[in-house]
């Protein structure tokens, strides 16, 4: 069974940082593209950032694409994303996701609901 296990949230303070994992389990990520994703209180879902499986594309969103990063390492079957400087607005559940299709391409932008697998979220709560 395909499985997707976020873990690295909680509360944490402006401006801090913080590094959310995505461990998969039951299959190998090497031929996959995995992404991130978040939804906010009251808001839609939306991208934050993915890595194709031989990195050669990586996207990250405009409002995080000076303070978070992703990375990925295949021997250990994790997906890693720094988050710097964060802020309020970056409160939400995030989640990540694994694919076949292409990191950014047609499929991955429209049809993230239909991605293989999703992990069930983490917390990343930003306040003072």
């Known amino acids: 069974q395909m499985q997707l296990v976020e873990s690295g949230g909680g509360l944490v303070q402006p401006g801090s940082t913080r590094r959310l994992s995505c461990v998969a389990s039951?299959?190998?990520?090497?031929?996959?593209?995995v992404g991130w994703f978040r939804q906010a209180p009251g808001k839609e879902r939306e991208e934050v950032s993915c890595?194709?499986?031989?990195?050669?594309?990586?996207t990250i969103a405009p409002p995080v694409q000076e303070r978070f990063s992703i990375s990925r390492d295949n021997a250990k079957n994790t997906v890693y994303l720094q988050m710097n400087k964060l802020k309020p607005e970056d409160t939400a559940v995030y989640f990540c996701?694994?694919?076949?299709?292409?990191?950014?391409?047609?499929?991955?932008?429209?049809?993230?609901?239909?991605?293989?697998?999703w992990g069930q979220g983490t917390l990343v709560t930003v306040s003072s």
């Open positions: 039951g299959f190998n990520i090497d031929k996959y593209s």
């Open positions: 996701t694994a694919d076949i299709s292409t990191c950014g391409g047609y499929y991955w932008k429209t049809r993230p609901s239909d991605f293989e697998v």
């Open positions: 890595i194709s499986f031989n990195e050669a594309k990586i």
